[in-house]
């Protein structure tokens, strides 16, 4: 690779705030040493040397798990977003990059680490979810783990960077906001809580104020056997029922603590 190109990615690294990693700026001139060696000559004429410099940055960081400024990555290519993502796609497939991105990586370069166990978790439930079609529904594909970050960022009170996160989703708007609707959906039917991680925690929670209600109801001689053998019958409430509205119950608590929290 040319001198003059290698200075050129340094400085870009530099403005990028990316300097104190160490790691970045060799494998952003690995990849830009492929892309020269890989393209053809009119290939990629659409892309000037800041654009490509730029965006082999971005790959590398991407590679690595490294923090992204995106923005500032728009104003130092010269392009607009459209182009910038399509120029970007044009060199993972030249580059033969096909990593998938995973919720850890996702959080790191949006700036939103505090969300990643829970969106993890979402993404867990959501498989749960949406797998009972019985569909064949290929979760690696990028836009399941950005969604789950989104959807995590917003649970969590925290500002979702959603201009940030669509690129990552490999969607288009229109499908990101069919995408959303149906998370929605997921969403209201309380499945998120009740995953195979949500369950953990949530599940204790209720069971706890089952057994703390339980307790109540004993200490106010509704339990007790003594009580139950004076009852007239149609007073006496089956187990079940009794179980059922005690859940119930448990349940309403736990939403009331989780709002005033």
Not at 69 to 98: H, M, P, Q, W
């Amino acid at each position: 690779m040319a001198t003059g190109d290698n200075k050129l990615l340094l400085q870009l690294v530099q403005k990028l705030g990316l300097a104190n990693y160490e790691s970045l700026a060799p494998k952003a001139t690995e990849l830009q040493r492929l892309l020269e060696i890989r393209s053809s000559s009119g290939m990629m004429s659409t892309l000037g040397d800041y654009a490509k410099a730029t965006i082999c940055i971005d790959l590398a960081s991407s590679l690595l798990g490294l923090p992204f400024d995106t923005d500032t990555a728009l104003k130092l290519s010269g392009l607009r977003k459209t182009a910038y993502a399509n120029g970007r796609r044009t060199l993972e497939k030249v580059l033969d990059i096909n990593k998938t991105l995973g919720i850890g990586e996702i959080c790191v370069q949006v700036g939103v680490t505090q969300v990643q166990q829970e969106a993890a978790t979402l993404l867990e439930a959501y498989k749960q979810y949406a797998g009972q079609g019985g569909a064949g529904i290929d979760f690696s594909h990028p836009q399941y783990a950005t969604m789950a970050v989104f959807q995590a960022c917003k649970r969590q009170k925290v500002k979702p960077p959603k201009t940030k996160l669509l690129p990552f989703s490999h969607l288009k708007p229109a499908q990101w906001s069919m995408l959303e609707k149906n998370w929605e959906k997921f969403l209201a039917t309380g499945a998120a809580d009740m995953g195979p991680k949500g369950a953990n925690t949530r599940g204790v929670v209720v069971k706890e104020l089952a057994a703390r209600g339980e307790e109540e109801e004993q200490a106010n001689g509704g339990g007790s056997s003594a009580a139950r053998k004076h009852a007239s019958p149609e007073k006496i409430e089956p187990y079940q029922s009794w179980k059922k509205r005690m859940l119930e119950k448990a349940y309403r608590e736990l939403e009331l603590q989780r709002g005033s929290g």
